[in-house]
């Protein structure tokens, strides 16, 4: 609440690169919203491309995806398949 936004506090930093971590929670859903995502994404780096936070000029982005589910062979846990297919698109 009233933390502000997002361009205003990488000013005050001075931030030259930029981690943008996405995915993980929209991998839980099905693919019906995918294309949105996607677009949401694009629109996100245009926006911060177009930013000079530290004075130097527009900031180095990097994207950060979910990782997969590793096999453990444990029958306790979930074999992650369907996650691991979410992921990958």
């Known amino acids: 609440m009233n933390f ?3 361009d205003v506090h990488l000013a005050h930093s001075k931030a030259s690169v930029i ?3 996405f995915g993980f929670n929209k991998s839980f859903a099905d693919r019906s919203g995918l294309e949105a ?3 949401e994404i694009r629109e996100l780096i245009a926006h ?3 930013q000079n936070y530290s004075g130097t000029g527009e900031p180095r982005i990097v994207l950060v995806s979910p990782i997969a589910f590793e096999k453990t062979g444990d ?3 979930p074999s992650g398949d369907q996650h691991n297919t979410n992921i990958t698109a």
């Open 37 to 39: 995502s996607k677009k």
């Open 48 to 50: 911060t491309q177009q």
């Open 4 to 6: 502000g936004e997002p």
């Open 75 to 77: 029958k306790n846990l």
């Open 19 to 21: 981690l943008f971590f």
